[in-house]
């Protein structure tokens, strides 16, 4: 992913110093958020709330150091810490198919692709671990992988294939991929024909030790983070509108990318992320206990 959306730096204040009894919420910087932090300015919300931006892995890092008391991280980072973490049920970022900003551009077939130099341009353990899960198990392939910027003419130059996710995949799927004749394997599309559940890529978590201190300002924070979701989902064309203003995208290219997006985490998403942690968890060591979100307050 590009870290950095210049919609959500227009949208949300940047916050530096930190006040004690406001809670320390992560903020994944990226369009794939927007929905979930866009209605917060719209409520009020956002004024009782200190965020934190910052790449998913930090931001995974961070929550685990207790630097952060809640917020997003990536799937894979919660399950290798899911004994410090609990989950806010239905809230995610997800998709159940296709989901537009987490690809395989390749210039050469997947299952051609065993042995040839693969460039991970990605600052997501999730979905660099789900692109080599989906070559390896689904295509039969085991290409040499490297890390590299998120730049696709680079990664291009050096390789036959690279992973980008967020707006990075997004500019690249939607129009340098295609100006430069290359392939684009959507990783939700590939995940769901291969084993017909939906795909998590990060879940809202709080820090155990937070949830024991503090349950009431965890159960409002939660349910912000619901309201600001649903009001951004009924007013989603507002939000592609705003946030085309910023970014190198059309608003009806981000009303389709937002609506594609899934953010609950339900049964079917749950489903998706046993399977998951039962594919990747021997190899990773991951703890394969359920996953048992916290359930979400009633809304007011």
Known sequence: MNVGSHGLRRTLPKVTTHHPGRPRVGHIQFLNCLPLYWGLARTGSLLDLELAKDTPE?????????????????????????????????????CDGPVMSCVIVSQVPL??????????????????????????????VAPDYYTCPPDLGLMMREADAGVLIGDAALRASLHDAPRLGLEVHDLGAMWHAWTGLPFVFAVWCVRRAYLAE????????????????????????????????????????????????????????????????????????????????LPAPEPR
Do not use: N
């Open 58 to 94: 930090r931001l995974g890092e961070r929550l685990v150091a207790g630097e952060l008391d809640l917020g997003p991280v990536s799937l894979m980072d919660y399950l290798r810490h899911a004994d410090e973490l609990v989950p806010l049920s239905d809230i995610a970022v997800g």
């Open 111 to 140: 299952d051609r692709l065993d042995g040839a130099r693969v460039a991970l341009g990605s600052t997501s353990r999730t979905s660099v671990r789900l692109a080599r899960l989906l070559l390896s198990d689904a295509y039969g």
């Open 214 to 293: 503090h349950p009431e300002m965890v159960r409002e924070v939660h349910r912000a983070f619901l309201s600001s979701r649903d009001l951004s989902l009924t007013e989603v064309a507002k939000v592609a509108e705003q946030a085309a203003r910023w970014e190198d995208f059309d608003a009806s290219v981000l009303e389709r990318y937002f609506t594609t997006l899934d953010f609950r985490l339900g049964e079917r998403q749950l489903a998706g992320v046993a399977e998951f942690a039962r594919r990747v968890g021997a190899e990773d060591a991951l703890d394969l206990a359920p996953l048992e979100p």
